[in-house]
């Protein structure tokens, strides 16, 4: 059979597209980082370093030397040959740190969670998915085949009614939520939410990613906080590639949970297993938090430095509830401006427009560190101030139109 394409080929449609992109400001681009950047470059309030242990030498010993021992990679999935004893001294140090029965570690903390609801949900369930979850949670609940309610941002109440009138035949639910949000820092209403599910016979899901090493108890995340880690209808995903500056995703719950997991999780049972230099900079790191729990409480003070300098200038900057600090822009394409002005001046900021913001306000993204100075954290507020466009100071940012995610 012939297949006639356009004049362009079958691929002609991208340029037209890379234009509609580039001309509302959306287009992407990669910048890759030089190793000199990390000592003479910008100030990285970009990333998600939350405690500053990326480059921290004990956590790079810890990479160096599972490397050696272990090789460069994994070599197989974990169900052939990619489990080694790293990754189950990670595992069981993971759940008793953060009050888990059982612990599961992943190459990302997108595959934890593509994992943790595929494997919990299915055609017979629903989802009650919060409106402003992560990527990655919308990609699990689409993959799941189940039935997916999305719940207005922060409302528990909505989220016990979607719940409530769940058709006769679907036997499983699950009510799904970040627990500190990616965008604005916020965190969510977790025992509310408890509560909602509860009621209604539902499981808790929660993706911990920007709440593990910051919130709690040295550390400990905000499902620990909350006092729900380690019931048996609780469900936790994290990453361990932002408070520990390392790489790779875990799913932590109850050991029935786990094991159901290992047997049927597709991004576990067919994606090759965390590299063991990630598995052990992740575990250098987490020994290095035990040891020293209050780099978490220094990433939110620094949060609350950079929030207060913002909003006494004038911008509209969201309270932050762990390390995340947001900036509200006037547009797409003045974030992206204001962005390249900061990185000039010598700071380089996360820039978020649609569709990585579910309201369509595209912001600036700080990321605090526990390990900057308090003089560090006001030259990078200064630089965010100075460099603001006009419109956004004194709530000058404006919404734009709804974008897919």
Same mark, same amino acid.
């Given at each position: ?311 006494? /200038?004038? &911008? =509209? @900057?969201?309270?932050?509830?762990? *390390?995340?600090?947001? +900036?509200? !822009?006037?547009? $797409?394409?003045? %974030? #992206? ?32 560190? /526990?390990? &900057? =100075? @308090?003089?560090?954290?006001?030259? *990078?507020?200064?630089? +965010?101030? !100075?460099?603001? $466009?006009?419109? %956004? #100071? ?12």
């Amino acid at each position: 059979m012939t297949v006639t394409g356009t004049s362009e080929g079958p691929f002609g449609w991208i340029g037209a597209e890379r234009d509609r992109l580039r001309g509302a400001g959306l287009e992407r681009g990669l910048r890759p980082r030089t190793a000199d950047e990390a000592d003479a470059g910008p100030l990285d309030l970009a990333g998600n370093d939350y405690l500053g242990l990326s480059r921290h030498p004990e956590v790079v010993a810890a990479a160096t030397g599972a490397a050696r021992r272990w090789g460069a990679g994994a070599t197989g999935s974990r169900l052939v040959s990619g489990s080694t004893t790293l990754h189950a001294e990670l595992e069981a140090e993971l759940a008793e740190f953060t009050g888990f029965e059982n612990a599961l570690v992943f190459s990302s903390g997108y595959a934890a969670n593509l994992a943790a609801l595929t494997a919990l949900a299915g055609r017979d369930a629903l989802i009650v998915s919060d409106a402003a979850n992560h990527a990655s949670l919308i990609d699990g609940c689409r993959l799941s085949r189940a039935a997916v309610a999305v719940a207005p941002h922060a409302d528990p109440w909505a989220v016990a009614g979607a719940l409530a009138g769940r058709a006769p035949g679907v036997r499983r639910a699950l009510a799904v939520s970040d627990t500190v949000f990616s965008v604005d820092g916020n965190a969510a209403p977790l025992p509310a939410l408890a509560a909602a599910a509860r009621a209604h016979g539902a499981a808790l899901v929660l993706d911990d990613a920007h709440g593990f090493g910051v919130v709690g108890e040295g550390g400990r995340g905000a499902v620990h906080a909350a006092g729900l880690a380690g019931a048996a209808d609780v469900v936790a995903t994290v990453t361990l590639s932002k408070a520990l500056g390392a790489q790779g995703g875990a799913v932590l719950g109850p050991a029935p949970v786990i094991a159901h997991l290992v047997s049927t999780a597709r991004t576990f049972v067919f994606d090759t297993g965390l590299a063991p230099a990630a598995a052990g900079a992740a575990l250098g790191a987490l020994r290095l938090l035990r040891r020293e729990p209050e780099r978490a409480a220094r990433a939110g003070e620094a949060a609350r430095l950079l929030h207060g300098r913002l909003t006494a /200038a004038g &911008l =509209a @900057a969201a309270r932050p509830d762990a *390390a995340v600090v947001s +900036v509200r !822009a006037p547009s $797409p394409g003045a %974030a #992206v401006r204001w962005a390249a002005d900061c990185r000039r001046a010598g700071l380089a900021v996360g820039c978020f427009r649609p569709p990585s913001v579910p309201d369509g306000v595209s912001r600036l993204r700080l990321s605090a560190r /526990a390990d &900057l =100075a @308090a003089g560090e954290l006001a030259r *990078a507020a200064g630089i +965010v101030v !100075a460099t603001a $466009p006009r419109e %956004a #100071v004194d709530g000058g940012a404006v919404r734009e139109s709804p974008a897919r995610r």
